[in-house]
């Protein structure tokens, strides 16, 4: 079963950047999708951005134009790129993936902890 190692999170003042780093303990390559999940307190984890195999991204509405995902596939590493952080971006960050399309998401990681405060 691959492990998934998230890192980067930390407290940042609202307008900052962090970039997250998610390394896998396998290769990334021809794998179907990424994508990096948060969970705000008290709430339910949420998907905010995918990774396509075929080199296409989504994102959730909120973080479109401030989030960024992409691959570094000779490290075997998805990286999430936030820009001009809002309060409400504060959660722990997680990613995840499915290999072929129709599979099950991995176990999850322990996640990184962004806090977007003043």
């Known amino acids: 079963q691959v492990q998934l190692v998230e890192s980067g999170g930390d407290v940042v003042q609202p307008g900052g950047s962090l970039r997250l780093s998610c390394v896998a303990s396998e290769t990334i390559d021809n794998v179907y999708f990424f994508g990096w999940y948060r969970q705000p307190p008290g709430k339910e984890r949420e998907l905010v951005a995918s990774?396509?195999?075929?080199?296409?991204?989504l994102y959730k509405q909120v973080v479109k134009g401030r989030f960024t995902i992409t691959r570094a596939y000779a490290q075997n590493t998805v990286y999430l790129q936030m820009n001009d952080l809002k309060p409400e971006d504060t959660g722990v960050y997680y990613c995840?993936?499915?290999?072929?399309?129709?599979?099950?998401?991995?176990?999850w990681g322990q996640g990184t902890r962004v806090t977007v405060s003043s």
């Open positions: 990774s396509f195999r075929s080199g296409g991204t």
């Open positions: 995840n993936r499915k290999i072929f399309d129709g599979d099950k998401l991995a176990s």
